[in-house]
Structures are given as C-alpha cells and as structure tokens.
C-alpha cells in the first residue's frame, strides 16, 4: 500500500480497524454491484451473490486463517435478497462490521448477520419504492413521450441517465455503509428527513402514476345499444365519457391493485386480465 | 434477416437478463422494450421503427417492477422480437403489439426455469467455500449461472427471430381479427397491472389522494408526462413544506 493510499484510508475510516484497504472496498462494491443477481434462485435469492461480494474482504482479514476464511463466507452464503441499489449499503456495512470482528472489536458473527437481515426489509421496501416506483417508470414515461416520431434520442437519454443514477446510488450508499457503520443507516431509516424524502417521493409517484394511468392504460366498452332505428346509445361515450373519461382504466387499476394487495400474485392478476380480455373481446362487451 | 442478425438479437436478449452488464443496469436498461426496440432496429438497420415499436411495447410494461423475484411478463423479449417482427415482418405497431403479448408470457416461463435451474449451483458455491477455495467462488456465482443463462436465452431468442418473421405474416393472417383484436385489448390493459404493482409501494397514507389529481389533470388538461412530472414535483415540495410549518409528522 502506497502512502497516498493508507493516508486517504485512515482520513475515510474508523481508523481502529484499518484492515482493509479502498482497493478491497471497492472490488468489493464491484462485485456487488455486477453479479448481485448473476445467480439468482429460489432457494437463495441473492446469497451467492452477497457472498461473491464478500470475497474480496474475507480473503484480506483472513489472509493467514482459512478456517476464519471459511467460516465468514460460510455466514454470508445464506438467503439474500434486497433491491440492489439501495442494498449496497448492507454489503459496505457488512464489510464494515466484519473488519471490526476482524481486529478484535466487540461484535460476533451472530450480530452481523441480525444487523444484515434485519436491514434487508426496510430498505427494500424504500428502494422499490423510490427506485422502481418513482424514478424508473418517470424516466421511462419522459422517454416515451419523447420517443414520439421515433426519436433515437429518447432511449439514449434515458441510458445515459438511468445508468449515472444506478452507479451513483450504488457506490455511494456501499461507501457510506462501510464508513459510518449500521448507526449511521438506523440513524438515516429513523431520521425525519428520509421520512420527509420518502413522503415526497410517494406523492411524487403516486401523481405520476395517476397520469400515467390516464394516458396509457386503454379500456373501453364496445357495447352499442340500438334504441330505435336511428338513434344508438353507445355505452363508452355517453354514459362513461359523461362521468369521467377514462374512467375504466381507472377502475381496472384500482382493482389490480386491490387484488394484488390481497396477496393474489402477479401472474395471476396477469391471467385474470387475460381472461377479461378474452371474455370481454368475444362478446364485445370490451373493445 | 440473416442468421448474424439473428444472432445478435439473441445475444441482445442475453445482456438485457445478465449480470455482465452490471446486472441492476441492463435490468434498468436493455431489458426495457423502448431500449431492446431501439437496438434490435440498429441490429436490423431500422433504429426509428425500433424505437416506436419498443415505446409501444413498453408502454404496456410501464410500471411492471420485479420485487421479491417475482416477474409477470418478459418484457425483454416482448420488446426484441416485437421490435424485429414488425421491422422484419412489415407488421404495424398495433400488431407488433398484439404478438408481443402473448411472447411476453412466454417468456415468463424462462424466468421461473432460471431461478429454478440456478438453485444447482449454489451447492457448488457451497462446496468450494468448504474447501476453502474463495478463489474460486466466482465460478459457481456467475460463470456457470451465466452460460447456462445464455442458452436459455440467447438460443430461443435467435430461433424465434431467425424463422419468426418468415410465418408471422402468415400467422397474423390465420389469427385473423378477432384474436389480434383480443390480444390489442390485453395489451391495453396491461399497464393497469404494472401501474398497481408499483402502487403496492407507493399508494399510502396522505400520498393516495395525489394519485387521482394525477389522473384527473392528466384526463382533463391533456397534458404531458414531462409536465406531470414537473407539476408533481412542485406538489411534493409545497406538501411536506406545509406540513414542516405546521410541525406535523409527514406519515408515510
């Protein structure tokens, strides 16, 4: 190690356990970030994955021990599974609480793992929400919109974009999980301001998804009662138009929702919609 | 189209699954129908058709979010072989739409055999941290995974794309109306699964309301995402700004 190095390393970290140097942090965080879900399965979800990422940081502290070694890959092998930009902050924290073991600190492998698990909820739940509930179908309705005559622009913009906020969010949440420990993120999930952020993000969201619902979701009834010879009453645009237009893609998406939050499954939701459209396409009741 | 082009396709479909490209990112990425579109019409010489193709499709995935592992609907096929039928094919975007309904579900199935099939490796994982060989854990993690990834994807995606578009014309014509009708109306629908998925995690407490005003401004002023988003910010802003004056928790 450089003195460059070990100077810049002592200046980020606790400076008690200074084991690990920024080259295994971040080959770490590499490893997180590329293989996550290089082997995603039932029986693990993301294990191997959060493992693979630990690698790095077991062969340093253990450099001499392999049985050390083992036992810590052994630990972070088990079951996994976190939205992977904002649960980067888990494996630099994980990191951080295994050097401490390491040098001797007061903490054992079994609260290692409470912490690690006990984090993986919570921040999921912020990360899906903000991440794939906010930020990605935004950018992709802009992108959209956007691509109208078939600008090429569109997609690249959104690449462009979509990939700086990825990479940002996941190192700097791996980097801040390593360098202020598992206070520092209790402290953050607690704190008002996240609150205050996630709050902000959930309006954010639910007014985007709103519009989006209005714009993209299409349904409409096909049904046309004939009353007399030359007067029709057609159902979508004199009885449902007149209340609120679009008012049956609303209401299918109340009712996906519905569903799915009493636990029906995804693919389920998916085949009752089929079979809306089948019933409702043959009968012309829908069209 | 010709077997290379085809080929490509088909490894397009492998990057837009793998970790290789920084896993969350070809997720976020060329899994998404306006991307695949866009490069399946650079892979065929038709990058302006892809990309209205690829918006088309994915407008019926918009909000589609894959949580716990669980993921209704591959978009990323729907949008390569979508994309590649209506530019090899000559099919309208209504009708690329209607086919990339029924190959999004199909497609499905790929994501079940492989969560299932990666179950396997992880014994091996197990079995090299035994023998203290960390050295080789990446093995196990992500070059079987990923080559058996391959094959399951790249191989049905090239087949599909190399002899699809000879039939799809064909086959559009013996569905004839009604089904192609059918599959429009499931398409249209589509977004409303994906748009209460994400609402499963947003959809709380004092935010609920601002999902109407959305679609009511949305209804009634016509006006467009870009728009929306930026309105909606303000909201957000002027909301928790309110309730900071107030001193009141914002409830999440």
Redesign the interface.
């Known amino acids: 190690m450089s003195d460059m190095e070990n100077k810049e390393v002592v200046e980020e970290q606790k400076s008690a356990y200074n084991l690990l140097t920024k080259k295994d942090v971040k080959h770490s965080w590499i490893n997180w ?13 993301m ?3 959060f ?2 990422s630990m ?1 790095p940081i ?2 340093k502290l253990y450099k001499e021990d ?1 049985d050390k ?2 036992e810590m ?2 630990r972070h ?1 088990g079951f996994f ?1 976190c ?3 904002l649960g980067s902050s888990i494996a630099g924290l994980t990191a951080a609480m295994e050097e401490q073991k390491a040098a001797g600190g007061d903490i054992d492998g079994e609260a290692i793992m409470s912490v690690k698990t006990g984090l993986m909820g919570p921040i ?2 912020i990360g ?2 903000v991440i ?3 930020i ?3 950018l ?8 109208g ?4 622009l ?3 913009v ?2 462009l974009i ?2 700086a906020v ?2 940002g969010i ?1 190192y700097s949440l791996y980097m801040m999980g390593y360098q202020k420990g598992s206070e520092a993120i209790l402290n953050v999930l607690e704190n ?1 301001v996240v ?2 952020l ?22 409409s009834c096909g049904i046309v009662i004939q009353q007399s010879a030359d007067s029709a009453f057609n159902v979508q645009e004199q009885l449902f138009d007149a209340i ?3 008012l049956l ?2 209401l ?6 519905k ?3 009493k636990g029906l ?3 389920k ?2 085949l009752i ?2 079979a ?3 019933v ?3 009968t012309g009741i ?2 | 189209m010709s077997a290379i082009q085809a080929g490509l396709l088909g490894i397009l479909y492998y990057l837009g699954n ?3 490209l ?4 070809g ?3 060329v899994y ?1 129908p ?2 695949g ?3 399946t019409g650079l892979v065929l010489g038709d ?6 193709v ?2 088309t499709i ?2 019926m995935y ?2 589609f ?9 591959d978009m990323c096929l729907a949008g390569i072989l979508g994309a590649a039928l209506a530019i090899t094919g000559g099919l309208d975007t209504e009708a690329a739409l209607a086919i990339a309904v029924p190959i999004g ?1 199909i497609g ?1 199935i790929l994501w079940f055999g ?6 396997i ?2 014994h091996i ?2 079995r090299y ?2 023998n ?1 060989q ?2 080789k ?2 093995i ?3 070059l ?3 080559v058996m990834l391959f094959f399951m994807t790249a191989i049905p995606c090239f087949l599909a794309a190399y002899f699809g578009a000879n039939y799809i014309e064909g086959a559009i014509n013996a569905l004839g109306g ?1 089904v192609l ?3 429009i ?2 398409g ?6 994906g ?14 309301v ?10 009634y002023l016509e ?4 728009a ?2 930026f ?3 303000c ?3 002027i ?2 700004q309110i ?2 004056s107030k001193g009141g ?4």
Not at chain 1, 140 to 147: C, G, P, Q, W
Not at chain 2, 195 to 208: D, M, P, Q, S, V
């Open positions: 970030l590329f293989h996550n879900q290089a082997n995603y399965n039932y029986e693990r979800m294990g191997i994955g493992m693979h690698v077991a062969k392999v070694q083992r890959l052994k092998s599974n939205e992977p930009c999921s739940g899906d929400s794939q509930g906010v990605v179908p935004l992709l309705a802009f992108a959209i919109d956007m691509s005559n078939g600008n090429v569109a997609p690249i959104y690449c979509m990939i990825v990479f996941s008002g609150n205050k996630i709050a902000g993000a959930n309006i954010m969201g639910c007014m985007v998804l709103g519009a989006l619902v209005a714009n993209y979701v299409s349904m609120v237009p679009n893609p609303l299918m998406t109340l009712g996906c929702y569903m799915l939050k499954s995804s693919v939701v998916l919609i089929v809306i459209g089948v409702g396409g043959l829908l069209g | 793998s970790s290789i920084a896993g969350p990112i997720y976020y990425t998404r306006l991307v579109g866009f490069l990058p302006v058709t892809g990309v209205m690829g918006a994915n407008l918009i909000g979010i894959s949580a716990g592992g669980a993921l209704p609907g579900l499905t492989r969560l299932t099939l990666d179950s490796f992880v994982a197990d941290i035994e203290n960390p050295n854990v990446w196990p993690s992500v079987l995974p990923q009604t009708g059918i599959l109306i499931i249209g629908m589509m977004p409303a699964l748009i209460g998925l994400t609402l499963l995690y947003i959809f709380k407490g004092e935010a609920r601002f999902f109407f005003v959305g679609f009511l401004i949305a209804v006006l467009s995402m870009i929306v988003g309105l909606a910010l909201c957000a802003i909301y928790t309730k900071n928790e914002v409830n999440v």
